[in-house]
């Protein structure tokens, strides 16, 4: 029995209250009152209050909420008076308790009484409103029909036991309120729940004062560089730059966002820049007391931002009195990095692209960069990861990189192997390209201790450790890099997949949900959820409700499960070119050629098959050990019924992509293998590669698939088949 199971028994009797009035409400409160989980009660409580305040927006406020925080929602409803103050006092109450639950931070348990007893009444009061406005709509003659008569003797009665009832009701309201208050402020309770760490502090975006916008790169890259030199420092916990530059132009208090980052203090500045003269105002406040720990103004000119992002750190380090070591002061004291101002200019622009994931923009900045100063190890070590980072996610000409990003990482050793990012882009060379994930983690170990804050040293060595086979390792240190950059949606994506590889589909759901509530604009949550709940369930109708996700979001899987094949042919032909990531690489005719085969049409099968054969053998002569092709070209092999080529590119693929050096993209290549069996008559083997499949980390097999994926309907009557089905479902 869980120690708020007293506070889950009254959202029962509103759960049965609600039922049939308000779906979404009821899906997200039913969520709620199943759970043991303190992080996932908190998690559904907020979903219920952001389904409540949603619902205000449009009605009271006149507009759809879009993705603006529940915060500036409830002030707002709060300043035009739209909702009681009492029940806007639960609403931000609850809004600060429940973030604890949406990332990884320490919380007491005890706090999700709160929670509870605060969404108890946001929903009851919720309950009154929506009846309050069935009764305005309601005819007047109606109204009047059901108010008392004049000479009715309970007239007399009414308004003294009314008046009493809400005396009462107002006095118990303001001694919830009032608890909670203290709770959350520590003025009661074991003084835990609202504390952070002491030397913690986050960087918010410097404001522009140039009077021009396009000068936005600067004030941001003066951010970036201040916070690499904070990163150093072991004796503090700094917030990454992801997560705090979700608060430019915010309209919450200082206050609000170091609880929501869990940070103690924050540093804030402007920046003005006209010609080569700059003016950089910054300030460290103590956002617990609202106290200014320290503030300095400096002007000089380009050539000065160097020792004034070094002086900024270390007062920020100062100021929160963290002890900075003899070697911590040497890295934040280094030699500037280039003499050259427009090297410096164009080098700040690039970061300003790869900021918005324009690795292509970016590099050409880089190179303006190394033009001007072909010593800018910094802009060496940059180009480099921009064209990995190319390589990697297999953009348009991705091979050209690999030599381009090879060659930048050995000129910039020989100028400065010190260099803490060229160290860093050693560690994802050999990670990305080399798939040497040892050499990697021992890099990026060695850097934790240099730069102890820098997130992303420990979501690359969870990456590692996944690609290594190690997920429970994995998922430690993806959480030790949210910890750092709470709001980075790319860590929690991954962290998602992570579970899904797990089969962990209930985890999976619940750190997509986490997600949502975080960045509502993210799509790839939603999409998480809707493909877990298919692959936990096999319900596509499931699926699309728990997930919010309409079918035309989703036609190729529609139509694909549902075996409507003419549909996706007419789909595949509209909308699809090539799909092309780290697992795939699958032209359209490919799509056409198996859909054909499933709806079997084997000559137009035939057709795309030949054709996809043609192009993909050509692609191998230039990248012969690229494993994607020849699991797809053993595919058309299998359409065509050449049984002995399409197994022999199915384990060539399996080869040159094994399980043990990639425990993720082996097991799609295993996947794919196991396709080819099924579609050229092996089932035994099939059926080895399912189970083999199951028992492993592998984001592609699950109950869901083994019961709606058309791959298997040739299997279905086999009695292993259902054996293995039955298991996998227990």
């Not at 916070?227 to 705090?244: A, N």
């Amino acid at each position: 029995m869980t120690i708020w199971s007293s506070e889950i028994i009254e959202l029962e009797n509103l759960f049965t209250a609600i039922k049939g009035r308000f779906p979404e409400l009821e899906k997200e409160l039913e969520h709620l009152i199943k759970t043991d989980d303190e992080n996932v009660a908190l998690l559904y409580s907020r979903r219920c209050m952001e389904i409540i305040i949603t619902a205000l927006c449009e009605c009271e406020l006149k507009r759809p909420r879009k993705t603006e925080p529940l915060k500036g929602i409830i002030d707002k409803l709060y300043r035009e008076d739209k909702v009681p103050s009492h029940i806007i006092a639960s609403m931000q109450n609850l809004n600060t308790l429940s973030t604890f639950g949406a990332h990884p931070k320490e919380f007491d348990p005890e706090q999700v009484k709160p929670v509870l007893s605060n969404l108890t009444i946001i929903i009851k009061w919720y309950l009154k409103y929506k009846d309050g406005q069935t009764i305005d709509k309601t005819k007047p003659e109606e109204v009047k029909s059901e108010s008392l008569s004049p000479d009715d003797p309970n007239k007399h009665i009414q308004k003294p036991k009314k008046r009493l009832i809400l005396l009462l009701s107002g006095f118990l309201l303001v001694c919830v309120i009032v608890i909670v208050v203290l709770f959350v402020f520590n003025i009661i309770g074991d003084g835990r729940q609202a504390e952070y760490p002491e030397k913690s502090v986050a960087v918010l975006p410097f404001v522009n004062l140039s009077n021009d916008p396009e000068q936005e790169y600067f004030s941001d890259g003066m951010v970036d560089e201040i916070l690499d030199h904070l990163f150093k420092v072991g004796d503090l916990k700094v917030i990454s730059r992801t997560s705090s530059m979700r608060y430019k132009d915010t309209g919450l208090t200082l206050k609000e966002i170091a609880r929501e980052l869990g940070v103690s203090a924050i540093l804030e500045g402007s920046v003005r820049k006209i010609g080569n003269d700059v003016r950089i105002t910054a300030q460290l406040i103590d956002t617990r007391t609202d106290t200014h720990l320290w503030s300095e103004t400096y002007e000089g000119d380009l050539s000065d931002v160097f020792s004034i992002q070094s002086e900024v750190a270390q007062n920020v380090a100062r100021g929160l009195k963290a002890t900075l070591t003899s070697r911590e002061t040497d890295l934040i004291q280094k030699i500037p990095p280039t003499t050259n101002q427009l090297a410096y200019d164009f080098y700040l622009k690039g970061r300003d692209y790869w900021s918005k994931i324009e690795p292509f923009h970016a590099i050409e900045m880089y190179s303006n960069s190394i033009q001007e100063d072909s010593l800018f190890t910094t802009a060496y070590a940059q180009r480099a990861f921009m064209h990995l980072f190319i390589c990697w996610d297999r953009r348009e000409g991705w091979q050209d990189h690999v030599i381009k990003g090879r060659e930048d990482i050995k000129k910039g050793m020989q100028l400065n192997p010190e260099l803490t990012e060229m160290k860093f882009i050693t560690a994802l060379s050999c990670y990305w390209i080399d798939r040497d994930y040892d050499k990697s983690l021992k890099i990026l170990k060695a850097l934790k201790a240099e730069a102890p804050n820098m997130a992303d040293l420990y979501a690359f060595s969870s990456y590692n450790l996944r690609r290594q086979g190690k997920l429970e390792e994995s998922i430690s240190e993806l959480k030790k890099a949210m910890e750092l950059d709470p709001f980075n949606a790319n860590y929690i994506d991954n962290l998602s997949g992570t579970y899904r590889n797990l089969h962990q589909y209930d985890n999976q759901i619940a750190c997509s949900m986490q997600g949502l509530s975080l960045l509502p604009d993210y799509e790839g949550f939603i999409d998480n959820i809707f493909r877990a709940y298919l692959a936990k369930t096999g319900d596509l109708m499931v699926a699309l409700k728990e997930s919010g996700l309409k079918e035309e979001d989703v036609q190729y899987e529609i139509y694909y499960y549902t075996r409507q094949y003419d549909r996706l042919i007419e789909l595949i032909n509209k909308e699809y070119t090539i799909i092309s990531d780290q697992r795939f690489f699958r032209p359209k005719t490919y799509d056409l050629a198996f859909i054909y085969y499933l709806n079997g049409n084997t000559s137009l099968s035939k057709l795309y098959s030949d054709s996809t054969i043609i192009f993909l053998k050509g692609e191998i002569e230039e990248n012969p050990n690229d494993a994607r092709f020849y699991s797809t070209l053993g595919k058309c092999y299998a359409f065509n019924k050449d049984i002995k080529e399409a197994i022999a590119y199915g384990m060539k693929a399996t080869d040159l992509m094994p399980v043990k050096l990639d425990a993720l993209l082996g097991a799609v290549k295993e996947y794919e293998l196991m396709e080819i069996y099924i579609l050229t008559g092996n089932y035994d083997l099939a059926l080895d590669k399912i189970e083999f499949l199951l028992s492993i980390p592998c984001e592609l097999m699950s109950i869901g698939d083994l019961m709606i994926n058309p791959i298997y309907d040739n299997l279905r009557s086999l009695l292993r088949f259902q054996k293995i089905s039955n298991s996998a479902r227990k």
